[in-house]
């Protein structure tokens, strides 16, 4: 399989079961730094499971998940809490705290994490908001804005620490292809501009095309095929070949464009 | 879960904005239902005693057994149940709702205890609310037997009053106070255990809240059961 590298994660024999269901099954992935690595896979394969991992919300029944050579399923919570401030996540459906604000959402992590001034703290919320194409929404609960702009500010929240790996969970899932766009758009700028890491959770395949410098798919618990989306595309494995077929945009077409629509 | 919470009770941040603002939760806002229950329950335990003791013709003693009622059971379970179904099923249902929605994975993967930053501060302040809650409902309980009694029913005042003092002493207050504190405990610990370990929707959420409630209720009467076994 396909080697990268400089790893910032390395995901080594990782084995999951929830009861008598066997849901990863020796997964082993290397991730690239400051590269945009997607996982494909069908719903229920377990791409939701392997990133929970790879964020330490979940621990491995066996393998080893490590972080610039640390392994994060040995660490006690509190060095594992420590070791997650290097992460910021995108939850499918945003995760937005609905009971505060958006900019009391953004300042979250600020205020628990640094000592810095409010007006040091506001100033940051502003920035990042600015850099999302967000400004002026700062008193808005998350109820009152559209799908697209929940996905924004919850980048924003997630990027506020500076974290060295974002993780996108099915980003541009139950989002219209404009939207879709834009998110893709909103990742690569993400990457672009903050030299970040990013692992991204999709079955959407036009928008992993798009945006990914590689591609793994998680086919029953195990990943089956890694590269750059060129290989993805000649990979001779059926199961490969099948979930591409069945795709709605040709991704040869994408790949083509360099990821214009 | 109660041990974890004891755990990061002592941990910092010790977060007491959020403590205060569940204290207000707690106490401020179920105070209009506590005076309401507390003063009919007064009332109507009032009106009772008067047709029980009027057959001996003992009136006046309907004060210093309310009374004696309310300090020691009526007023901490009472103020108990209504507490959990005001505080502990909203616990149940928020904490729930953000199981569910991913809120609390969020907050993890921020690097911030959920358990620290949502169940610490509903738990005390439910533990050191419940107890004031109680004395209220005493008090607005014996206002409303003084006003079924003396006002209504034309008992005597100062007997009505030798009687409280002679039937109640300050250890059935305590008592009663420290078995509210207790069921504060165990109904917020219940209630955001429940809604911590909530899944499969709201569907899910509903269930968390109903079982919270249930399960609330019937360990008050359990633990007031052991508390009255060993107090008195």
């Known amino acids: 399989m396909f080697q990268v590298a400089d790893p910032i994660i390395r995901l080594m024999g990782l084995d999951k079961a929830f009861g008598s269901q066997a849901v990863l099954k020796g997964v082993n992935l290397d991730i690239e730094r400051g590269k945009i690595t997607t996982i494909i896979g069908g719903s229920g394969s377990g791409k939701s499971v392997l990133v929970k991992h790879i964020i330490g919300l979940l621990k491995p029944d066996a393998g080893q998940i490590l972080y610039e050579g640390t392994d994060m399923v040995s660490l006690r919570p509190r060095a594992l809490s420590e070791i997650r401030r290097n992460f910021g996540m995108l939850f499918q459906h945003s995760a937005l705290f609905d009971s505060m604000d958006v900019e009391q959402n953004i300042a979250f992590p600020l205020e628990e994490h640094t000592k810095k001034s409010r007006r040091e703290i506001l100033s940051i919320v502003k920035e990042k908001l600015s850099l999302l194409e967000l400004e002026g929404i700062e008193r808005k609960t998350p109820s009152e804005l559209s799908g697209g702009m929940r996905k924004r500010v919850a980048l924003a929240r997630a990027i506020v620490l500076n974290p060295q790996v974002i993780i996108y969970d099915e980003p541009t899932t139950g989002l219209d292809p404009i939207m879709t766009y834009n998110v893709d758009q909103m990742i690569k700028g993400a990457q672009e501009k903050l030299k970040v890491t990013s692992i991204v959770i999709s079955h959407d395949m036009a928008s992993t095309f798009r945006i990914s410098d590689y591609i793994a798919m998680l086919y029953e618990g195990r990943i089956i095929e890694f590269g750059p989306p060129d290989a993805i595309l000649s990979s001779n494995k059926e199961e490969v070949q099948r979930f591409l077929a069945a795709s709605s945009l040709p991704p040869r077409a994408i790949v083509a464009s360099g990821g214009e629509v | ?232």
């Not at chain 2, 879960?1 to 002592?10: A, C, E, G, K, R």
């Not at chain 2, 239902?33 to 029980?52: E, K, N, P, R």
């Not at chain 2, 409303?144 to 039937?167: N, P």
């Open chain 2, 1 to 232: 879960m109660f041990f974890q919470v004891l755990y990061w009770s002592f941990r910092p941040p010790f977060r007491f904005g959020l403590f205060m603002r569940s204290m207000e939760f707690v106490g401020v806002g179920s105070l209009f239902i506590i005076i309401l229950t507390g003063s009919f329950t007064g009332a109507v335990m009032a009106l009772q005693g008067i047709y029980a003791f009027g057959i001996l013709e003992m009136e006046a003693m309907v004060g210093g057994s309310v009374a004696l009622a309310l300090a020691r059971e009526l007023s901490p379970v009472l103020a108990a149940l209504m507490v959990t179904g005001r505080v502990g099923s909203s616990m149940a249902t928020e904490i729930g709702t953000m199981r569910v929605t991913e809120q609390i994975d969020a907050m993890e993967t921020l690097a911030v205890n959920p358990i620290q930053y949502l169940i610490v501060p509903r738990v005390w302040a439910t533990t050191i609310m419940l107890p004031a809650l109680c004395v209220i409902f005493t008090f607005v309980g014996m206002v409303g037997c003084y006003l079924v009694a003396v006002v209504w029913f034309q008992v005597d005042y100062g007997l009505f009053m030798a009687y409280i003092k002679s039937f109640m002493g300050s250890e059935d207050i305590i008592n009663g106070v420290i078995k509210a504190s207790v069921f504060g405990t165990g109904l917020s610990v219940i209630g955001c255990y429940k809604g911590y370990t909530a899944d499969g929707g709201a569907r899910g959420v509903g269930a968390a809240t109903t079982t919270a409630v249930v399960l609330a209720s019937v360990m008050i009467f359990v633990l007031d059961y052991l508390l009255t076994a060993m107090m008195f």
